[in-house]
């Protein structure tokens, strides 16, 4: 029973083989990244409980019930105290064939394209790391002379919370280059 279980753990820490968000690193400085994101297929969701809805609405509930496949990055982000979370969509659906959500509060969208500065951090994500790591990404920016357009810092996370071991997680601020 125990080696089952263990083998259970096993794969579920380290076998993720989710599609994962297209990027380029186009420069990078000291531990930052600044990357050019072409536009994605987001699913957003602007309220409470915003794992649970968007998880129903890529485990078919939707006008299609069609399931999706994870993928990663999970983004979170928030501003004047809205909290937004969006998951990226399988790069095999566009706005014309995916399924519309049942929950009115979810939108389906093409993201826009642009440049980020990105700072990696491993671990569980928390405020304080996100504050730490947003606040060196914005000084190393600052001292490169490079233009923040928004300050907001997105926060990315990649793994499952039960894979515990080499977490990703990300700060990202969205720069002119």
Request: glycine share 4%; proline share 5%.
């Amino acid at each position: 029973m125990v080696k089952y279980l263990f083998l259970l753990l096993s794969i579920t820490m380290f076998s993720q083989g989710y599609e994962t968000q297209k990027y380029e690193v186009v420069k990078q400085i000291e531990n930052i990244e600044i990357r050019f994101y072409p536009p994605s297929l987001m699913a957003k969701v602007n309220s409470g409980g915003g794992f649970s809805k968007l998880f129903q609405y890529i485990s078919g509930k939707n006008d299609k019930n069609q399931k999706m496949a994870m993928t990663t990055p999970v983004h979170m982000s928030s501003k004047n105290n809205k909290s937004t979370m969006e998951f990226v969509l399988p790069s095999k659906y566009s706005l014309d064939n995916v399924a519309a959500p049942n929950d009115k509060n979810i939108e389906v969208y093409n993201s826009k394209p642009g440049y980020y500065a990105a700072i990696t951090f491993g671990g569980y994500s928390n405020t304080e790391k996100v504050k730490k790591n947003h606040s060196s990404l914005l000084k190393t920016l600052q001292a490169e002379n490079l233009k923040i357009l928004d300050s907001q810092p997105v926060v990315l996370s990649y793994n499952s919370p039960y894979k515990v071991f080499n977490r990703r997680n990300e700060v990202l601020v969205e720069v002119e280059f």
